[in-house]
């Protein structure tokens, strides 16, 4: 059973298109992460969930909306997407807010044309 | 506001070589963590560090906590080709909210 599941693995998509990518824990944690990995491999906290709610946003665009249906569900939505957006996008989880010890999922490979 | 700044950017070893990186900050940090990334997969734990001096061990790994807690270090024993991949180390921001990482150690191993 794999621990955070993201959906898809790759997403090829014109400018100005809308796309959502999904994810999925189910280790019972109660915080969810996104990082985005730019080309040179550095990765950067976008947001923070615990519990349904937010805790970090960091300045990222608001074209770009997280959605926590539940606890374990963390869903990223971008609108207008933009060719600075291409990145690898990491889910990732932790037992708690002030835990650490994260677990990622393998990535959603963005690829905007 | 604060960095990692890790070291080496990228080795290349032969296999049964011991290999030493390390990650250092200008700030003070409470948790240090390394993770190892895979090509084409995310990040994967592989030891986190609470205590400053605290050396801890994970089969071939070993990490220690800076006592200045400025500075951690990993150290992997007898690499072998499976040892491939970028190893990065995070610390917990100012607000204890998020990690920060640093940019990576890529490592490459010849058999």
């Known amino acids: 059973d794999t621990a955070v599941s993201q959906t898809p693995k790759y997403l090829v998509t014109q400018m100005g298109n809308d796309k959502s990518i999904k994810c999925e824990q189910n280790?019972?944690?109660?915080?969810m992460y996104w990082y985005k990995q730019d080309s040179k491999k550095f990765l950067k906290i976008m947001f923070s969930y615990n519990n349904k709610e937010l805790i970090i946003n960091e300045t990222v665009p608001n074209r770009f909306s997280p959605k926590s249906p539940d606890k374990a569900h963390l869903n990223l939505h971008i609108n207008s997407l933009e060719l600075g957006d291409s990145a690898v996008y990491f889910c990732?989880?932790?037992?708690?807010?002030?835990?650490?010890?994260?677990?990622f999922g393998p990535g959603t490979r963005l690829t905007v044309t | 506001g604060q960095q990692l700044n890790q070291s080496p950017q990228s080795m290349f070893i032969q296999e049964g070589e011991d290999v030493s990186m390390n990650c250092t900050s200008s700030?003070?940090?409470?948790?240090w963590l390394w993770y190892k990334q895979d090509p084409g997969e995310g990040p994967v734990l592989l030891i986190a560090?609470?205590?400053?001096?605290e050396l801890t061990s994970n089969g071939r790994l070993t990490a220690q906590f800076g006592i200045t807690r400025k500075d951690s270090f990993l150290n992997i024993s007898a690499s072998i080709p499976s040892d491939v991949g970028i190893y990065f180390c995070?610390?917990?921001?100012?607000?204890?909210?998020?990690?920060?990482f640093g940019k990576g150690t890529t490592l490459s191993v010849s058999s």
């Open positions: 560090l609470y205590k400053a001096g």
């Open positions: 990732a989880s932790s037992l708690a807010a002030l835990n650490y010890e994260q677990y």
């Open positions: 280790l019972g944690h109660d915080t």
């Open positions: 995070a610390g917990e921001n100012q607000a204890g909210t998020a990690l920060i």
């Open positions: 700030s003070i940090f409470n948790t």
